[in-house]
């Protein structure tokens, strides 16, 4: 695989698929460093799968575009990458939506399947899972304009709550009269007079189902990259 190992204005599709490998190799090393961590670091590791995934699916559509001498509208195969959405053309630069760029890599890949299969080397699977589809709704329904995991709340007040691992928790929910043998991590606030105030517990589900469709996503577009590598780039 050249590209690997060569600079990335060299590349096959202008670079987009190693720079998406290099943000998910990232996120790996985030998430295992996340594993003995009750904090934040699931917002960063959310940014890098998700950038990984924009990046992987314009890689996708710039490979097939060359691969078949596909215009991208009235401009060569090999001119400024553009998706085309709802009929209308926009570069690279003004799409950043995970499900609009799915939406177009899914369908260039499903129209010219076969064509893709013929000038394959090893003549390959092109069929795509059908648990994708559900991955990239919910990673699009979460982080529409990829500024979830990147900054605090912008547009919606409520958007810090539900992204913070760290919920805020009554008296009675935090010390039930029957209480489950699950450990619980909170910080608990007193006044002067030793009484309860306020109380904050870690709640390890909080975006769990996003994270793990991130996740899913991101590691079958790494292997569905690799394959248009090696089957029509030549390793370029």
């Known amino acids: 695989m050249q590209y690997m190992m060569t600079p990335l204005d060299s590349h096959y599709d202008r670079g987009l698929g190693a720079t998406g490998e290099a943000f998910m190799r990232a996120a790996m090393v985030v998430k295992d460093h996340d594993k003995n961590s009750l904090f934040f670091e699931t917002l960063p590791q959310g940014f890098l799968l998700r950038h990984a995934i924009e990046l992987f699916l314009k890689s996708g559509i710039v490979i097939i575009h060359r691969k078949l001498k596909l215009p991208f509208n009235d401009q ?72 979830y995991y990147r ?32 450990k619980v991590f909170a910080l608990v606030v007193e006044n002067e007079d030793r009484e309860f105030v306020r109380a904050y517990s870690f709640d390890d589900e909080t975006g769990k189902a996003t994270l793990d469709a991130l996740l899913s996503a991101g590691d079958y577009l790494s292997n569905f990259h690799a394959m248009t590598r090696f089957e029509f780039t030549d390793g370029w």
């Open 151 to 182: 900054y605090p709340a912008i547009r919606n007040p409520n958007e810090d709550k539900d992204k913070s691992p760290f919920k805020e928790k009554t008296q009675e929910s935090l010390f039930p009269k029957k209480p489950s043998d699950k």
């Open 76 to 147: 060569s195969p090999t001119s400024n990458p553009m998706a085309r959405l709802a009929n209308e053309w926009k570069p690279f630069n003004r799409v950043h939506s995970i499900a609009d760029l799915y939406a177009y890599w899914k369908e260039l890949v499903v129209t010219h399947e076969q064509k893709l299969i013929a000038v394959s080397k090893n003549k390959p699977d092109m069929s795509l899972a059908p648990e994708l589809d559900g991955w990239i709704t919910l990673i699009e329904q979460t982080d529409p304009d990829g500024t």
